[in-house]
């Protein structure tokens, strides 16, 4: 009888042991794993710095998909950043938009574009071979390049592209577009900034003025398309939502023939390319040329306590003569932690816009540096210029 007993609880156990496992890879196959307590710290630090860092793209010359994607600098024009719009995509968003932050006027977030009379050429298509040909000259200058995409494949709307060149502080931001008309005699390049009565950022009206002038005269030197004009208005979407310098390039127009044949050739885009890249290089020189040299400097140094992290500075091998005066900004600029871009974002503390006044308190080759709520930042030298008496 007790063998009997022993022989049945043994099967009972042999029984629940079989159940068990068999929950088990049931659960396995069908539930995913739970990690450790230490394993989500690990996931939500590494989310936390994905968050915070700008993720640069390796430069092969090849396209990415999605939008944003951001090439780092080097050498002397390492800070100073260009966005790259080439207008339109292959799928138009009938969706709107307010044209302008606060607006009660709604557009479609992005129109079809136009096409070329007798290639077909479709504009978006064009736009982008002349966005990559730049995007491949300006990288190889050492600017930080961002994309709003390289390839017709994307969903972004005319003001998410002029907030994304607003999120990474552009310089320049470049809107690459071509022209279409009823009329086929119309023809030659045109560039296109807001008014000065602008009700969204005419506070930028001034810069975006002489970014297209400059753009204009280049592109036409350099690619012999005519000069038609340069338009202000207030109804580009693209442009109102913009808090940085920026400009529309309407390249000529593809339902006249001569421009279409011009913009449909094979090596337009390389021509194009470095046309317009003369007409950035020539934007940013003119900034440094008007820099005045007849200032006298302030000699006493700034009042309150304030830290120099000299070791720092001998790390990245910048040195500074601590000459103290005011300057202010020729444009939009980046105020960064370190004399440096080796951190990307994470030096990047805040932004100063166009004319305002700082206290220099260091000049040094590349970088100057800046007192700031009695803290120490750091700015590349070709944004300040000494302030007149």
Request: hydrophobic residues 35%; contains cysteine.
């Amino acid at each position: 009888m007790r063998k009997r007993l022993t022989i049945v609880v043994i099967a009972l156990l042999l029984c629940s042991l079989l159940i068990a496992s068999a929950i088990s890879i049931h659960r396995a196959k069908y539930l995913p794993d739970q990690p450790s307590e230490e394993q989500t710290q690990e996931s939500e630090t590494e989310h936390e710095t994905e968050a915070t860092e700008v993720v640069y793209t390796e430069y092969t010359g090849q396209a990415h998909q999605g939008t944003g994607i951001t090439y780092r600098g080097s050498g002397a024009n390492a800070d100073k950043i260009i966005v790259i719009d080439a207008g339109h995509q292959l799928h138009a968003m009938s969706e709107t938009e307010p044209d302008g932050p606060g607006s009660d006027t709604y557009k479609a977030k992005v129109t079809g574009g136009t096409q070329g009379a007798l290639t077909g050429l479709a504009e978006y298509e064009l736009n982008l071979r002349v966005a990559l040909a730049l995007r491949d000259v300006l990288v190889k200058q050492g600017y930080c390049v961002v994309m709003v995409r390289e390839t017709n494949e994307v969903e972004i709307s005319n003001a998410e592209r002029a907030q994304l060149a607003n999120k990474v502080g552009a310089h320049v931001n470049l809107r690459i577009h071509a022209n279409g008309d009823a009329s086929t005699s119309l023809k030659g390049a045109v560039t296109i900034c807001q008014t000065e009565q602008n009700p969204y950022n005419a506070n930028i009206y001034k810069e975006c003025r002489r970014l297209s002038e400059i753009m204009l005269q280049a592109f036409c030197q350099g690619t012999g398309i005519g000069e038609y004009r340069l338009w202000e208005t207030d109804t580009m979407t693209g442009i109102n939502w913009a808090s940085v310098p920026t400009t529309i390039v309407e390249m000529g127009f593809l339902t006249n023939a001569e421009d279409e044949a011009i913009m449909a050739d094979e090596g337009f885009a390389a021509k194009a390319a470095q046309a317009l890249a003369a007409g950035i290089a020539q934007y940013f020189a003119m900034d440094e040329t008007q820099v005045p040299t007849t200032t006298e400097p302030e000699t006493e140094a700034p009042s309150g306590d304030y830290e120099i992290n000299y070791e720092l500075e001998a790390e990245l091998g910048e040195s500074f003569t601590e000459t103290y005066m005011t300057m202010k900004t020729t444009g939009n600029v980046r105020m960064r932690t370190e004399p440096s871009t080796r951190g990307g974002e994470k030096t990047t503390v805040l932004y100063l816009t166009p004319g305002q006044e700082v206290t220099c308190v260091g000049l040094g080759k590349n970088w100057n540096r800046v007192l700031m709520d009695g803290k120490i930042y750091y700015v590349s030298a070709a944004y300040l210029k000494e302030v007149g008496e």
